[in-house]
């Protein structure tokens, strides 16, 4: 007995000493600079995020940017990861949070946390978990009464993880971020206090808060108790990011809290890049000025499963590589971007040598093609559900997957076109056969139909993709949403049926329900009758692959459809076509020696059902059935006979200007024909753009679409959809060689009365591609 509590004593001695034995220090903003322990600290952060990386890899990744120079690590807390279903938590294995920051300060590096409740970060729902949306008139990130009891349970369980581990108490924490760039999202000083009070109460009142936005809508929600800091991107002219901050603050530490590296990729697009040493003159000018940043994403990694977001205006779901083009690629290698940082950040590192690149943990492997030859139909979940109107996933209690939406057609005698907002893709069959599909990616919302006879079966399988983590679109419903309406003419009227008495079937897009379809002893009732006799080759597919030596791999998936993928019951993330990625990231700490087992869960179905593991991986192969431009001729309207509602120029340099019309214009398409750049060279480009109401509002650019641009760069996916994107880093770029005048123009969605507009150049030092003089037409 004894000899036990002895034993016992002597672990507990052990386990606690590394954590007692760390000294208790401060952090806070002071004059001119952040100051740590007394004396004065630039922060150099590296974004990364733990749920992104195995844990295996975790202490490699840190390790890894201790190399480049940094002396802190950046990150966000996924709400969603940890409370899946409400009020179960989980911060175990992957989710070990507190052991992450442990890891950090074990190497020697401070910790920045930032833990919503928003988070954006191209992750579902900027974190927020789905289930939220069960409550249906939710305000998400307002003070609405069940949001704020949900984020403040959620929060105080992050509490207990890491309340513990603040700089103050011995450990790693040296500040904690409040929502996140809420000036994109609205203004609302009363919730952001909310919050800061929240935060405040859990991790007591000389942990250092702060802010981020960007600096042309910081002041919006900014708190006079707060740190300010800014975000912006590589190339961004840095003297003008902080302009307005030096002027109200001008006592107070600069910090950039996310200098992006390069940029996330979304379905359907060229894969993003950033140039290595416009990044790297960025920081080093950051550095020589003594402003602290976080380079977000330092290591980027990989969202696993379906962990992807989507961006919006319009529907853009992310790929599931984190990539990022950021210096430590996604599978934790240095690129040549981590060497030409590191060269710059040894200037900055007191004279001391750098620390050493760490080794890889892991060889990369190839694996020989193999052939995945189980195949299983798609199976419901527990039971079927009967309604008069199609349910959303939340309503039907799912959260991510599909829905197979059956109901009986009523006559119709000649061709028809079907209606309906489908989240995200949909495919229609009538009595088992194909019609055809509707894309939200896409925009599409209809579909013409053949003649149907009466009680023919109308089937609707709905596959969602990442809920969006971006703008007023977060509260993004899954499945179909509303109704779904038939229209025709018939014999000159119009005759229009509204489908009900519907029975749906969800699909869960988990590991157990892919291998449980495999299982035939498990559907012995009603539902035994596999959903899949009429969809052709969607389903699971199952295979297996024989391996000597262990590694990281990059499974090829460019023979299938669209779906997710599985490997030793590891969900490793979402499969499409288009691209442009058409290989996962399988980390070898998730592979064995011997049989590994890989299912594919393909709801379009594989041209051929094969798949191998190559030693790099491919980021930007798009197979699109058409590309991105919007050079349609026959799109571009005829403006000779017209009026421009304004003509001008523009002032040089960075920054948002407006331009009032004279007189109010009407119309659905805003036209803006630039005429010559400011720098006298041929290119156009354009950051951002509003339309501005009767009343000098800006008006929504939900609806917006781009209906013609003469010429874009397709390239640097710098096509006309970036002046409504909602990011003031992404912009529209004409072509090399596309001489003047460039016109662009955007279809309102309606006609709308149009005062005047606003235009954000691009962001970098003297505005490249800047307009001079327009002329802006109203159609
Ligand atoms: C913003 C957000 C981040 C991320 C980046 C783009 O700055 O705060 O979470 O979404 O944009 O990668
Ligand atoms: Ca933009």
Wanted: contains cysteine; hydrophobic residues 35%.
């Amino acid at each position: 007995m004894k000899k036990l509590l002895t034993f016992l004593l002597l672990l507990c001695s052990f386990s606690c000493l590394p954590m007692m034995a760390q000294k208790k220090g401060t952090f806070e903003a002071g004059k001119g600079s952040f100051m740590l322990n007394g004396k004065p600290f630039i922060v150099k952060a590296a974004e990364m995020h733990y749920p992104r990386i195995p844990r295996a890899y975790w202490d490699h990744r840190i390790k890894m940017a201790k190399a480049l120079g940094m002396n802190t690590i950046c990150i966000y807390i996924f709400w969603n990861i940890h409370e899946q279903r409400e009020g179960q938590f989980d911060f175990s294995d992957n989710n070990d949070v507190a052991a992450f920051c442990k890891l950090a300060q074990k190497n020697g590096m401070y910790v920045i946390v930032r833990p919503g409740p928003y988070v954006c970060a191209e992750w579902e729902m900027g974190g927020l978990p789905w289930w939220l949306l069960k409550k249906k008139d939710i305000r998400l990130r307002e003070q609405d009464p069940y949001f704020m009891e949900r984020v403040k349970i959620f929060e105080e369980k992050v509490g207990e993880q890491l309340a513990g581990l603040t700089i103050q108490k011995g450990g790693p924490i040296i500040m904690v971020q409040v929502e996140n760039e809420y000036g994109s999202y609205g203004e609302d000083k009363p919730y952001v206090s909310a919050i800061r009070d929240c935060l405040r109460g859990i991790y007591g009142k000389e942990l250092a808060l702060f802010q981020c936005d960007w600096s042309s809508n910081f002041e919006k929600n900014g708190l006079d108790d707060l740190v300010w800091t800014m975000n912006f991107g590589t190339g961004a002219n840095i003297d003008q990011q902080f302009r307005r901050l030096g002027q109200l603050r001008p006592d107070a530490p600069k910090m950039c809290s996310e200098f992006w590296s390069g940029w996330f990729d979304k379905w359907g697009a060229r894969h993003e890049t950033r140039d290595a040493k416009d990044m790297v003159d960025g920081m080093d000018e950051m550095l020589s000025k003594g402003i602290s940043f976080s380079l977000y994403m330092t290591h980027g990694g990989t969202s696993f499963g379906h962990w992807a977001g989507a961006n919006s205006p319009g529907f853009a779901p992310d790929v599931t590589s984190y990539d990022y083009d950021a210096p430590i690629n996604e599978y934790g290698l240095a690129t040549p971007k981590f060497y030409q940082l590191r060269e710059m950040m040894a200037k900055y590192n007191d004279g001391k040598k750098m620390p050493a690149v760490p080794k890889a943990p892991m060889p990369i492997i190839t694996v020989p093609k193999f052939e995945l030859k189980e195949f299983a139909p798609f199976h419901g979940n527990q039971h079927l559900i009967p309604a008069v109107n199609p349910m959303t996933f939340e309503e039907m209690d799912l959260g991510w997957g599909m829905t197979y939406y059956v109901t009986k057609l009523p006559e119709v005698p000649v061709q028809s076109v079907l209606t309906m907002d489908a989240h995200d893709y949909a495919q229609v069959f009538i009595d088992d056969v194909y019609i055809g599909k509707i894309d939200r990616v896409k925009n599409e919302k209809s579909l013409t139909l053949p003649a149907i006879k009466k009680g023919q079966k109308m089937s609707i399988l709905v596959e969602a993709m990442g809920r969006i983590n971006f703008g007023r679109a977060i509260k993004d419903f899954k499945g179909i949403v509303g109704d779904v309406v038939i229209n025709t003419e018939i014999d000159g009227n119009e005759v229009a049926w509204t489908l009900k008495r519907w029975t749906m079937t969800p699909i869960s897009d988990d590991y157990y329900r892919a291998a449980r379809s495999f299982d035939s002893d498990a559907y012995p009732n009603s539902l035994g009758k596999p959903l899949g006799d009429h969809m052709g080759k969607r389903g699971y597919y199952r295979g297996y692959f024989n391996l000597k030596k262990v590694g990281d791999t990059f499974l090829n998936f460019e023979t299938w459809g669209k779906g997710q993928v599985y490997v030793n019951g590891h969900a490793m993330g979402r499969i499409w076509s288009i691209g442009p990625q058409q290989t996962l990231y399988v980390p070898g700490c998730w592979l064995k020696k011997g049989k590994n087992e890989i299912i594919v869960l393909d709801v379009v179905g594989p041209k051929e059902a094969v798949v191998w593991g190559q030693d790099k991986p491919e980021l930007d192969k798009l197979q699109l059935e058409k590309s991105n431009k919007h050079n349609n001729i026959g799109d571009k309207p005829d403006l000779n006979s017209d009026t421009p509602a304004a003509t001008g120029a523009f002032s040089a340099g960075n920054g948002w200007q407006k331009v009032n019309f004279a007189k109010q214009a009407k119309g659905r398409l805003l036209c803006i024909e630039c005429l010559s750049a400011q720098d006298g060279k041929e290119m156009s480009a354009i950051a951002e753009l509003y339309a501005l109401d009767a009343q000098g509002k800006r008006l929504s650019r939900e609806p917006w679409t781009t209906k013609y641009a003469d010429s874009e760069n397709e390239n640097g996916n710098h096509t006309g959809d970036k002046v409504y994107d909602l990011q003031e880093s992404t912009y529209w770029q004409t072509s090399k060689g596309a001489g003047f005048p460039h016109l662009l123009v955007i279809d309102l969605g309606s006609e709308q009365t149009v005062s005047g507009i606003e235009y954000l150049p691009r962001a970098e030092q003297g505005a490249p591609g800047s307009v001079k003089n327009y002329r802006i037409y109203v159609k």
